[in-house]
């Protein structure tokens, strides 16, 4: 029943769990709950959350000191095919690879957003798109561009990169910021596929202002790494989902938070909350960090 009435809240809420919601579950678990029911309240913190506090781990731990823990492994529980009789606990640390050399060398499984998951997130970027663009079909024809050219493995927010710093008197768009940025993670990821995407009004400004600037980036859009949005939408939607097209492998190269696009989810009606939560998963497992100088 309690795995019923989490899903339900996963589902239909309009606030996420966090990590005191689950911490209160895996305690009635740790208390007297079943292995079963363990797995339940692992599986959708999994979903939900990437770390847990050192309090919400040593739950998991009681459970597994507890003689339910054991009755589960007598009764032919998970690691009776690994020939284990006893549940071992220990406090470990992965490698940056993810290799737990305690645990026999086994290397984590990454966990990402499912199939699923992804083909809902794309399909509600796309719909949020078009729906608030002033020339219909625009987004389309970006859609059919991305099919065509992509997936990218980087994405690069250029108006964002080229705006950094730039909040004070006199302050302006500098495109040089872009072609540093552009460089930058070239040169880190030298065989990713590297896509930056820039408002019309940002690219005719290199145009006119920028030469230097703008004739390195018709060389970036010949070579098929360059879309420039059209006047009436919003740039932020086609990087964002030209990195959802990318998968699991995708990174967004930005130098603020998603906050926006996290608004936006929740705003737009209570059925993107789901959609708003993978932003943020998004969010926290496909950064890219680089310093610009």
Same mark, same amino acid.
């Given at each position: 029943?309690?795995?019923?009435?989490?899903?339900?809240?996963?589902?239909?809420?309009?606030?996420?769990?966090?990590?005191?919601?689950?911490?209160?579950?895996?305690? /009635?678990?740790?208390?007297?709950? =079943?292995?079963?029911?363990?797995?339940?309240?692992?599986?959708?913190? /999994?979903?939900? #959350?990437?770390?847990?506090? *050192?309090?919400?781990?040593?739950?998991?731990?009681?459970?597994?000191?507890? @003689?339910?823990? /054991?009755?589960?492994?007598?009764?032919?529980?998970?690691?009776?095919?690994?020939?284990?009789? =006893?549940?071992?606990? $220990?406090?470990?640390?992965? @490698?940056?690879?993810?290799?737990? !050399?305690?645990?026999?060398?086994?290397?984590?499984?990454?966990?990402?957003?499912?199939? =699923?998951?992804?083909?809902?997130?794309?399909?509600?970027?796309?719909?949020?798109?078009?729906?608030?663009?002033?020339?219909?079909?625009?987004?389309?024809?970006?859609?059919?561009?991305?099919? &065509?050219?992509?997936?990218?493995? #980087?994405? #690069? @927010?250029? /108006?964002?990169?080229?705006?950094?710093?730039?909040?004070?008197?006199?302050?302006?768009?500098?495109?040089?910021? #872009?072609?540093?940025?552009? !460089?930058?993670? $070239?040169?880190? =990821? *030298?065989?990713?596929?590297?896509?930056?995407?820039?408002?019309?009004?940002?690219?005719?400004?290199?145009?006119?202002?920028?030469? !230097?600037?703008?004739?390195?980036?018709?060389?970036?859009? &010949?070579?098929?790494?360059?879309?420039?949005? *059209?006047?009436?939408?919003?740039?932020?939607?086609?990087?964002?989902?030209?990195?959802?097209?990318?998968?699991?492998?995708?990174?967004?190269?930005?130098?603020?938070?998603?906050?926006?696009?996290?608004?936006?989810?929740?705003?737009?009606?209570?059925?993107?909350?789901?959609?708003?939560?993978?932003?943020?998963?998004?969010?926290?497992?496909?950064?890219?960090?680089?310093?610009?100088?």
């Amino acid at each position: 029943m309690a795995k019923q009435v989490i899903d339900l809240a996963l589902q239909h809420c309009s606030q996420d769990l966090t990590e005191p919601e689950f911490a209160l579950w895996l305690e /009635a678990v740790a208390n007297g709950g =079943s292995y079963e029911q363990l797995v339940d309240v692992l599986t959708a913190m /999994a979903g939900e #959350i990437n770390a847990a506090r *050192p309090s919400t781990l040593q739950l998991v731990e009681r459970f597994f000191r507890s @003689d339910r823990a /054991a009755a589960a492994l007598a009764a032919g529980g998970p690691l009776e095919a690994l020939g284990k009789s =006893s549940w071992q606990l $220990q406090w470990v640390t992965p @490698d940056e690879q993810g290799k737990v !050399e305690e645990a026999g060398g086994v290397t984590l499984q990454m966990l990402d957003l499912s199939e =699923s998951d992804w083909e809902a997130f794309g399909l509600q970027v796309k719909h949020w798109a078009e729906q608030q663009e002033k020339q219909a079909g625009k987004f389309q024809v970006f859609c059919e561009w991305l099919e &065509r050219n992509g997936p990218y493995d #980087i994405m #690069i @927010d250029g /108006a964002n990169v080229a705006l950094w710093g730039e909040n004070y008197d006199g302050g302006a768009f500098r495109p040089d910021k #872009i072609r540093v940025m552009y !460089e930058a993670v $070239q040169q880190q =990821s *030298p065989d990713a596929k590297v896509l930056l995407v820039l408002h019309t009004g940002r690219y005719n400004d290199a145009r006119y202002n920028h030469k !230097e600037a703008f004739e390195w980036m018709e060389g970036v859009r &010949r070579a098929g790494r360059f879309f420039v949005t *059209p006047a009436g939408s919003n740039d932020d939607w086609y990087w964002m989902y030209a990195a959802v097209q990318a998968r699991e492998r995708g990174l967004l190269v930005r130098t603020a938070l998603l906050l926006l696009c996290c608004c936006c989810c929740r705003c737009v009606d209570c059925s993107a909350c789901q959609t708003a939560a993978h932003v943020r998963r998004h969010l926290a497992r496909h950064p890219v960090h680089c310093m610009y100088q």
